[in-house]
């Protein structure tokens, strides 16, 4: 993919793999960090992950958007309580269109983790360095 982007990335799992003792498994130094199935610890690390995680590309913001909530009402069975208090879907496309990430995580049922992010690419704010996993 040539210009700005964003990449779509899922992670459903036990909390206790977030902490399967210590969180070294998810920074990039570590050799199981590519296979890991867990999320990274920092966002732009999604990027250096396998492009097979990705779970969608969006060039435009308001595609992307939708993708965001239609995951969260995908999931909305798995929330504890109330539906996750999440940005309005105005807030995620002005985001985005910034060049920004959208990154949500909640506890949900069973002691599991749900992570849900919208990663930008090329460049990353915040990473420049990270390179497009997509070519």
């Not at 799992?13 to 890991?36: I, Q, T």
């Not at 435009?60 to 539906?83: R, T």
Request: charge should be negative; glycine fraction near 8%.
């Amino acid at each position: 993919m040539a210009g700005p982007h964003h990449h779509a990335y899922v992670w459903l799992g036990s909390g206790d793999v977030l902490v399967k003792p210590g969180d070294a498994h998810r920074r990039p130094d570590h050799p199981e960090f590519r296979a890991a199935q867990v999320m990274p610890l920092e966002c732009a690390d999604w990027l250096l992950k396998p492009a097979a995680r990705i779970e969608g590309t969006f060039e435009e913001p308001k595609e992307a958007a939708e993708w965001y909530a239609a995951q969260l009402a995908h999931y909305a069975g798995l929330f504890v309580g109330s539906y996750p208090p999440e940005a309005s879907y105005e807030e995620t496309v002005r985001a985005l269109s910034a060049g920004a990430d959208r990154v949500g995580g909640w506890w949900v049922s069973g002691g599991r983790f749900l992570s849900l992010n919208l990663i930008a690419c090329s460049p990353h704010r915040a990473r420049p360095d990270r390179a497009c996993p997509v070519r």
